[in-house]
Nanobody, 124 residues
Framework: QVQLVESGGGLVQAGGSLRLSCAAS????????VGWFRQAPGKEREFVAR????????YYADSVKGRFTISRDNAKNTVYLQMNSLKPEDTAVYYC?????????????????WGQGTQVTVSS
């Protein structure tokens, strides 16, 4: 069992930065890949980024590539999402999720555990 808690969301102006954290409980967290997804009002939840259990592999949605960086510290049971050059279209609730490495990394159904989400609002 893995429990995930996101933090770090807030209100920021366009062009600004935020760093989201995903803190996990559970001794086996380091064996899970972790993804970040986001959901804007009236839209489906979409893939943002994913990092392998070791941190050696990362994937990004085209919309955030070059602006967002995912990283993890297994000693702290925490995964981060550094978001730079934020745009109003990045406004959404951001969720982290844990996956044992099965299934496509970009689909929500591949993930076993989810956090409650943190709101990110980017003003123009």
């Amino acid at each position: 069992q893995v429990q995930l808690v996101e933090s770090g969301g807030g209100l920021v102006q366009a062009g600004g930065s935020l760093r989201l954290s995903c803190a996990a409980s559970g001794r086996t967290f380091s064996s899970y890949a972790v993804g970040w997804f986001r959901q804007a009002p009236g839209k489906e939840r979409e893939f943002v980024a994913r990092i392998s259990w070791s941190g050696g592999s990362t994937y990004y949605a085209d919309s955030v590539k070059g602006r967002f960086t995912i990283s993890r510290d297994n000693a702290k049971n925490t995964v981060y999402l550094q978001m730079n050059s934020l745009k109003p279209e990045d406004t959404a609730v951001y969720y982290c999720a844990a996956n044992r490495g099965r299934g496509p990394y970009y689909t929500t159904t591949s993930y076993d555990y989810w956090g409650q989400g943190t709101q990110v609002t980017v003003s123009s």
